[in-house]
Structure formats: C-alpha cells, structure tokens
C-alpha cells in the first residue's frame, strides 16, 4: 500500500511547500497555506484523458520557427452573437473558456442555451452540481431541443474522460471545475491541488484533441475567481458574467483572451425564457418619458469597445440632519467628491450643505471618466431645478481646474448619439483636433471650460 504524502498549498496562488509558512513567498498573502493529501510519486496524472485508450503519446522534438505551418482555424461560430463577439469571432477549437460570476448570476443558463444552440455539434454536457431532471428542467423552460446534446452528471475526472472516448463530443461543458475530483489527487473536491490537475487534464485534452472546452468557475466573496491564480493562467480564456441579481440585464466581460481583444463585452437580458441578446443596450438604458424631469442626463461611455448611452440621475437637496450625505450606485463615491469640490470652487456653487445622492440607470457600474461632464451637469439641474433638454448628451472628462478634456473614440460616442436620434452634444474641443467631426448632422458643442457648458444650459 503507498505510502500517503502530503504537502501545503497556499490557497491563493497555488503555491506548494513541504511545510506550514506564515507568508507566501511567491504572492506575498498570510495565513493561506493549507495542508492537502497529494498523489503518489509513481501515478502519471497528465495522461488520466487517454485512460483506456491503447494510443502512445509520442514525445515532443523542438522545431525551427521557420519550419512550424500554421493555418487559419475555423472558429465554431454560434447563434449567440454577443458571445462571438466576447470570444473574437467564435468559438476556437482546442481552446479553454473560463466563465466565471456569482451565485445565481445565469452562469449554468448562459452554457445551457449555448449547447442547446448549437446544432451542428455534438455537444457533451457535465454537471456536478445539478441532476439530469433539473437540467432538463431548465431546457424545457429555454424552449429549445438539440438532439445531439447529452448531459452527463459525474464529478470524478476518469469517469468522465471514459464517456469522452465513447461519445467523441465536438464541444465540452463542465459545471463546474471546482466539483470535479481526480483520482490521482487524494484532496476533497475544490482544494487547490484538486482544482490544478482537473483543470490540467482538461487542458491537455483540449490541446490534443482540438475540442474546446468551456469551464464554469465560482467565486470568492471579494469577486475573484475561486481556486489558484495559476487557474486564470492555465485557460485561453477568461470570461466575467456580472450583473445586479435583482436587475435584469447581464454583461459578459473578457479578462482574458488569446484569441481576440479583452475589449469587448456581450449584454443580456434575463428573461423568464433564458437569456436574450441586447444589440442596442443604449434603447434600453434610456428611459422613454414624455416630459422632463431636473437632475437627469445622459452620458456617452465606453464599455470595451462598444458605446453606450446611459441615464445620469442625480438627486440635491438641502441636508437636514447635520452632516451631507453622498451616495452614488454605479459610479464611484470618490470621484463623486471630487466633482462636487470642483463644482464649489471653480463654478460657485454652495453644494457644501446639500445631500446629493447619483445613480447611474440600469444597475450598470461605471468608471469611464467621460461620465465627469454628465454628471456635473445633472447636479446642477438638481440644484437649480432647471430641466436639462432630453435631446441633450455629453462625453468628456471634467479635471480639478474646471476644465472639459478630451477622451478617446469621441466618433464613436458622437456617432451612437447620433443614431438615436439626439440633437446636441458637449465635448471638449481638444477633442476636434485630427478629428473630421463635419460629417456628423448632430450639433458638436466643444467648449474648454465648464462655464461655458453651464451658460448655455442654464443661462
């Protein structure tokens, strides 16, 4: 009988040392070492996928640079464009996806509807978290049947690899990597050593056998992804699904892609049928109302490479109860500070004694700084009660003298104001420079200072 070896791990990096330290050496983190039983020394875990299998892996000779061929992979592209557009095109055979989010955010409903699109594939779908029925449950409320999509609710690695041989899946899903366990790990299911080498077998089942691979991943309480840091350096891939539970709009976010940019980002709306496609997220971050209101705006942002138009609503009114409050939902409360001072000391506003309250429409987190304009704008139609035209937008940053700056893409933020239909526009006029905005129909307002902004909105 082997003989049983343990190790320990730090349960941030992934970090292993023969005994207990107080602080990593390799991340610099305390008190995150853990003590986990490991394999025995003579068990080759990395061929765990060919299990069964009688081919013999033929071991790798280095190549000239000049001598490699490549060619241009056919990328799977789905039905779901804006996971397309997150992944760069498509879905690349032999890849890793990593997809993580918070409890209950869509996660296991996103890669559902995702198998059950698409059809041309034989798709393999594994749970370790829900039964056959539950998952059933879900696609019947989707509303959509794929024939060749099979569900499979295992957690152990070789099992799993067994039913891969047999069935030869085109796309694999697990559900997720921290309830998988392998057998040549003696750890609970989730440690970081077991969380390692199930993800290393997948890994090296995807690079062999050119499958992509999607991973679903939980998280920590601060928003990280749950296991070792090397998880996010092991996979192609790095997807973020976020969104406010309560809300009903989801934005699939990429961290990470060796395959496209980690600009880009994917809207969806949760509905009681799945998830639906938002192509023009900014129709539905505005409001439609008949009349005005004091203390509203709308900003043009930058999310990835994609802009948005979104509602900037503001509340200032004087404060009661001795000190002012300040409360923002969606944007941070520093930079918030930060306006509201220099609205006092360069414009002459007394906001000192005001309770000023934001929220950005839509539960949408903000930190483009081309909001600053829209933002000082809706504070002062709050604190003078003078509406703001709804034809009206702005895109530039406000800096600590009162200055209006530029910011990047201007043309594509002047461009989605235009095509919904908005007829004026404040920039800063730093902005015009090796710009051609004459092809625009839309008024450009380029001002330097915010004086000039407040003159013509407010006289």
């Known amino acids: 009988m082997a003989k049983i070896k343990t190790a320990y791990f730090c349960q941030n990096c992934g970090a292993q040392s023969a005994k207990w330290v107080g602080r990593c050496p390799a991340c610099g983190e305390w008190n995150t070492y853990v003590e986990e039983v490991v394999a025995r020394e003579d068990v080759t875990p990395t061929t765990a996928w060919k299990v069964g299998s009688s081919s013999q892996t033929v071991a790798a000779k280095p190549k000239p640079i000049a001598e490699i061929t490549y060619s241009e992979q056919h990328r799977i592209v789905t039905q779901d464009g804006e996971l397309n557009r997150v992944l760069g095109g498509g879905i690349v055979p032999g890849s890793m996806v990593l997809i993580g989010g918070e409890p209950g955010i869509g996660k296991s409903t996103l890669m559902l509807q995702i198998a059950l699109s698409l059809k041309n594939e034989r798709v393999l779908y594994i749970s370790g978290e829900e039964s056959e029925q539950q998952i059933k449950m879900r696609a019947e409320r989707l509303g959509a049947q794929h024939p060749n999509c099979f569900i499979l609710t295992e957690t152990g690695t070789q099992n799993i690899f067994k039913q891969i041989e047999q069935l030869r899946p085109e796309v694999l899903i697990v559900d997720s990597i921290q309830t998988l366990h392998s057998s040549f790990i003696e750890s609970g299911a989730g440690s970081v050593a077991q969380v390692r080498e199930c993800t290393a077998e997948l890994l090296k089942f995807a690079k062999e056998s050119g499958t992509p691979v999607f991973l679903i991943g939980h998280i920590t ?34 961290t990470k892609n060796r395959f496209g ?6 809207i969806y709306e949760m509905l009681g049928t799945g998830l639906r496609e938002v192509s023009n997220p900014s129709e539905i971050l505005i ?4 009349e005005t209101f004091s203390g509203i705006t709308i900003g043009g942002t930058m999310e990835g490479n994609r802009p948005l138009l979104i509602e900037v609503q503001s509340l200032v009114t004087p404060a009661t109860y001795g000190t002012p409050q300040r409360t923002a939902t969606g944007f941070d409360v520093k930079r918030l500070n930060m306006l509201l001072a220099v609205l006092e000391k360069r414009g002459g506003f007394k906001l000192g004694t005001q309770d000023v309250f934001l929220n950005i429409a839509g539960g949408l987190k ?12 809706a504070l002062l139609s709050s604190f003078e009660d003078i509406a703001i035209p709804h034809t009206s937008c702005f895109a530039a940053e406000v800096g600590l003298g009162g200055e209006v700056r530029a910011v990047h893409r201007i043309e594509q933020r002047i461009s989605e104001a235009e095509k919904l239909g908005f007829q004026d526009i404040y920039i800063s006029k730093y902005n015009k420079k090796g710009v051609d905005l004459s092809r625009f129909t839309i008024k450009i307002h380029a001002v330097s200072r915010l004086e000039e902004v407040f003159s013509g909105l407010f006289g």
């Open 221 to 254: 309480k601060e928003g990280n992804l749950a296991g070792p840091k090397i998880l996010e350096h092991m996979v192609d891939t790095v997807l973020q699904f976020e969104g406010d539970r309560h809300m009903t709009y989801r934005i699939l976010r990429t």
């Open 261 to 266: 940019s980690t600009s880009e980002l994917g």
């Open 366 to 377: 903000v930190e483009d700084p081309a909001l600053d304009l829209a933002i000082c704008a």
């Open 287 to 290: 409001s439609q109302r008949e």
